[in-house]
């Protein structure tokens, strides 16, 4: 590891989550959060807690059928269909990220499954991040101007960030990179 890396944060961010993933009773008020979050997109599915088969040691939810994720798309080869399942999917972990500062932490696709109506079945909600509006305006902002080549509203997002005495090279650095990430939102 780079020096300007600590271990020991490492470290404690693994423990941290770890804690959040084990805590039964945060992941219940997460999934209520979800269910608000998300109650007007209609491509989703969330299952329902349990309070009376639950404890602190047993999360249980209602069942949701679905189809693994891979399963789907190796059995469903249209790239129409493929193509409405990600913008679901991109739904599912942007809006209550652009809306309400909140991001899935666990995003994997043993955690997504489709239902028939091709819906989204979003389980696991023990690890949850919550960003501050400054940051989710930057991301927003970096969008906006990769999108529309702003090279200012580019280092505004940036600013906005932390980022301080960026000259014109890491600036071209930060946008190459970023332009990587957004590259499938800006094709």
């Known amino acids: 590891y780079d020096s300007a890396i600590s271990t020991a944060d490492i470290c404690d961010e693994l423990s941290d989550r770890l804690r959040e993933e084990l805590d039964y009773q945060r992941e219940a008020v997460n999934m209520k959060l979800y269910a608000y979050m998300l109650r007007d997109e209609d491509s989703v599915r969330l299952p329902e807690f349990r309070p009376d088969l639950s404890s602190g040691r047993l999360l249980t939810m209602s069942w949701l059928e679905g189809q693994r994720v891979m399963t789907f798309l190796e059995t469903n080869p249209s790239q129409e269909l493929r193509n409405e399942v990600a913008k679901k999917m991109f739904r599912v972990w942007y809006v209550p990220f652009y809306f309400y500062g909140v991001i899935h932490g666990d995003p994997h696709l043993g955690n997504y499954s489709i239902d028939a109506d091709h819906r989204i079945n979003l389980m696991d909600f023990g690890s949850i991040r919550l960003f501050r509006p400054q940051f989710v305006g930057g991301v927003i902002d970096l969008y906006k101007a990769l999108r529309d080549d702003d090279r200012e509203l580019a280092v505004h997002a940036y600013e906005g960030w932390g980022f301080a005495g960026l000259d014109k090279e890491a600036i071209d ?9 957004y590259a499938p939102l800006l094709e």
């Open 173 to 181: 650095v930060l946008n190459m990179w970023a332009g990587v990430i």
